[in-house]
């Protein structure tokens, strides 16, 4: 068997015989075969989007991709608007128009680079996507798989945090990565949170500290995608797994996966805001939120800040409410003004003839793994053992290249590793990727 020199995502072969077919997934094989041809037209390029000057309410626009991955796609519905009856633009309109207003009414900032922005966000992004995230320009939105994910924009808290990685990368712009990456996705997480409360008009006291809250289908096993108050008791479902945030320093995830376990260990320093809102009392936007706002965009929160940085700024900002700030980062084990960044180890590698793929990060902090014995028979493996043969399995990481919330793909073989953000994966990746991850999608 030999693979032509058009192949990209999947093996068209086997996707094509089996669209042909009257086999259960002809239908998904198909829309693959349709995708891939987008990215054989190079469509999935990242998109500038429009920077507008402020004049009034900073301006946003909502675009559908009609489940496909050109980026921003259509336009439906811009500020100013009435509903468009589509539930996934509408909700995008509700939670971006709440967004915009905690950061303008309360921290009195216009758009997410403070200088009125316009929001560009896109919905339907590409057939059962399960994720959200800020791509550098703009916010993108998928549709959920329909069997444990539901849409990504019902969540207002979601949409939040995603927003709330734009302003970091406008302020402190906190590297992907480790301590820094993990405080990227905890203020994150706090705004999204402060937009949520807002939204329902909770106190810190009254509100369920709920992130992602009816995002899960049901079925599953799950409250939500993290619980700022109780970390790692989000959920505990036989597809999904368990919950694996921490919420304190002794229990500090040392990993390679998901950018140094960024949506793991941010279960720390949510904690602390947690805490730290709940301490100083009333509504969290107000309190706590004022205080975590001023150490992101002050002077003393940059790039490569950890865990004891932060907390030392957010002291420094807290006024009458420095004692409390201090306690609650100290119930979770941080020391404010103290540093200690824990180094990433690398993690083992593959034994024998096994090939490992694993997709970590996305906003769900989820890993999905799968191997294939490519000393096995089978068409798959044939597909396989061709593909590995022409991917660099040497080549440095690039943790800088990563996206805040997109996927990061691992493949591991013959004690090689690397690692790569979903938007630089090569074709021949991409389709290896597909064929250990899915390999129902092509197999059958
Ligand atoms: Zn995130």
């Known amino acids: 068997m030999t693979l032509g020199p058009r192949c990209t995502f999947v093996p068209p072969f086997l996707l094509e015989r089996i669209a042909a077919s009257d086999h259960a997934a002809a239908d998904h094989c198909r829309a693959t075969l349709a995708r891939d041809q987008e990215f054989r037209a190079g ?4 998109q500038p989007a429009t920077a507008v000057p402020a004049a009034g309410s900073p301006a946003w626009v909502v675009d559908t991709a009609a489940n496909g991955s050109t980026l921003p796609g259509r336009v439906v519905r811009a500020a100013g608007q009435a509903a468009s ?9 509700v939670g971006i128009t709440a967004t915009l207003s905690l950061y303008a009414d309360v921290y009195d900032r216009a758009s997410y680079d403070g200088q009125g922005a316009e929001v560009v966000l896109t919905v339907h992004y590409e057939q059962g996507y399960d994720n959200a995230f800020w791509n550098g ?11 444990i994910f539901g849409s990504f924009t019902k969540p207002i808290d979601v949409l939040g945090h995603e927003f709330t990685h734009a302003v970091t990368q406008f302020t402190a712009n906190l590297t992907y990565q480790g301590q820094s990456g993990a405080l990227n ?8 949170m402060c937009v949520k409360q807002r939204v329902l008009g909770q106190t810190a006291a009254q509100a369920d500290w709920l992130v992602g809250e009816g995002i899960f289908l049901p079925g599953i096993h799950a409250r939500a995608l993290r619980d700022m108050a109780n970390p790692g008791t989000a959920y505990d479902d036989p597809t999904l797994g368990r919950d694996p945030q921490v919420g304190s320093m002794s229990d500090y995830v040392d990993t390679t996966d998901d950018n140094g376990g960024v949506h793991t260990n941010s279960g720390i320093p949510n904690r602390a805001f947690q805490l730290a809102a709940t301490a100083i009392g009333g509504d969290t936007w107000d309190g706590a939120g004022r205080i975590w706002y001023a150490a992101l965009t002050g002077s003393g929160v940059t790039a490569g800040t950890d865990f004891a940085g932060f907390a030392a700024a957010t002291v420094a900002a807290a ?3 420095a004692d409390a700030v201090r306690q609650a980062w100290t119930t979770v084990g941080v020391t404010p003004g103290a540093g200690a960044t824990t180094a990433a180890s690398p ?7 096994v090939l490992r793929v694993r997709r970590t990060g996305g906003i769900a902090g989820r890993t999905v793994e799968g191997s294939v014995d490519l000393s096995a028979q089978g068409a798959t493996t044939e597909a396989a053992r061709s593909l590995v043969d022409r991917i660099d399995l040497s080549a440095v990481a690039e ?3 990563s996206l805040p919330d997109a996927f990061s793909y691992t493949f591991e073989y013959a004690g090689r590793c690397v690692t790569v953000p979903r938007h630089r994966l090569t074709d021949d990746q991409r389709a290896l990727a597909a064929l250990v991850l899915e390999p129902g999608d092509t197999a059958g």
């Open 43 to 46: 469509r999935e390029t990242l």
């Open 85 to 93: 009856g589509d539930a996934s633009v509408d909700e995008a309109a």
């Open 137 to 147: 320009t703009q916010l993108v939105f998928g549709d959920g798989d329909g069997k």
């Open 185 to 192: 996705e905890s203020v994150s997480d706090c705004f999204g």
């Open 319 to 321: 006024g009458d409410h």
């Open 347 to 353: 993690s083992g590698s593959a034994a024998g003839q």
């Open 399 to 401: 943790p800088e290249g």
